[in-house]
């Protein structure tokens, strides 16, 4: 687990997107994850530009993020929608 993110702010998370703060298994809150972690390692790449092992590990995570949003958009359209608007993604 990385340092950046602490067990409060994973916490804070899940409750945020996923209703509660152990619902760590919905799709919502696990996209809402995996784009804090993807804003924090493009800021750690912007400083470190030659940390090739982070690059890869950033473009396995847009991808899983990728395939669970494509999930989600097969399974609740509407959830799809305000996830994006509210993530602030696909501008």
């Not at 703060?21 to 750690?44: M, Y």
């Not at 400083?47 to 890869?56: A, E, H, P, T, V």
């Not at 950033?58 to 999930?71: A, F, P, Q």
């Amino acid at each position: 687990m990385a340092v950046y993110l602490s067990p409060e702010k994973r916490k804070e998370i899940y409750t945020e997107y996923g209703g509660s703060e152990t619902n760590s298994g919905s799709v919502q809150s696990q996209v809402a994850l995996f784009s804090f972690r993807i804003k924090e390692l493009s800021e750690h790449l912007k400083r470190n530009r030659k940390d090739f092992s982070c690059q890869r590990a950033l473009i396995k995570m847009v991808g899983r993020r990728k395939r669970l949003l494509n999930y989600l958009a097969k399974k609740d359209i509407n959830a799809y929608r305000s996830l994006i608007e509210k993530l602030g993604l696909r501008k």
